[in-house]
């Protein structure tokens, strides 16, 4: 069965939130920092807490059955995941790793409680974050049924967008790795399919690299996804 973890990039919470109310937060849900290749949580471990992260870089991941770790999404500030507190799930279904120095803000249900106590506009505010994730979930099931390139196109847009660096001329260069497999992963299609894709980027002059090692044109990208 194909684990689809829950997050919401960009969630906004902590935006939302006026510097006041967002100390109250900090106080109620202390920040917890990790080194890299730290496990934030583990797969079958109690899932008793939701993560904000406010820095650096979180992969949500399962193993392969070849014992190979596959990367299903990657998070970074602003985020949240651990869809067992919203859920209600007994366990995690994913692993959780830090990429690089990176800090969460876990909250557990009794903090939201404290939280929604203290802050009366917070349990509104949390609702508004998850009614418009809803919202693009539904956007991004109308995009399943765009062509494999253009949903590939889409993740390395989205990824650059979050994680990318200036490279110069236009160019872009990825700071995290992500292989074939782990984009086929996220856009439901198969290696080889995304191997194709990836080589008429290419091809075309959009794309640079391999391994994980990429150079994206965004200019370029963003004009081949618009135009379908």
């Avoid at 937060?25 to 904000?52: N, S």
């Avoid at 994913?94 to 939201?112: G, K, N, W």
């Avoid at 494999?148 to 994680?163: D, H, S």
Wanted: net charge neutral; aromatic share 8%; proline share 5%.
């Amino acid at each position: 069965m194909t684990v689809h973890p829950w997050h919401v990039p960009r969630s906004g919470l902590t935006q939302r939130m006026g510097a006041r109310d967002l100390g109250t937060f900090m106080t109620v849900c202390p920040e917890v920092r990790y080194q890299p290749g730290d496990a934030i949580f583990r797969i079958g471990d109690p899932a008793e807490q939701l993560h904000v992260v406010t820095k650096g870089q979180v992969k949500l991941t399962v193993g392969t059955p070849r014992g190979q770790e596959r990367i299903l999404a990657v998070c970074g500030p602003d985020d949240l995941f651990g869809e067992a507190f919203v859920l209600d799930q007994q366990a995690y279904r994913v692993d959780a790793i830090a990429l690089e120095e990176t800090a969460t803000c876990p909250m557990s249900r009794d903090q939201f409680a404290q939280l929604a106590q203290r802050l009366p506009s917070f349990a509104v505010t949390f609702a508004g974050v998850l009614a418009t994730h809803l919202f693009e979930c539904r956007d991004q099931l109308g995009q399943a049924y765009d062509p494999i390139r253009v949903r590939v196109a889409n993740v390395l847009l989205a990824q650059a967008e979050r994680f990318g660096a200036p490279d110069g001329d236009g160019w872009v260069r990825l700071r995290t790795r992500l292989r074939h497999e782990e984009i086929a992963s996220m856009v439901s299609a198969t290696r080889v399919s995304v191997t194709t894709a990836l080589g008429e980027f290419r091809e075309m002059g959009l794309m640079q690299g391999t391994r994980g090692r990429y150079r994206l044109r965004i200019a370029g990208l963003a004009a081949f996804v618009d135009e379908g």
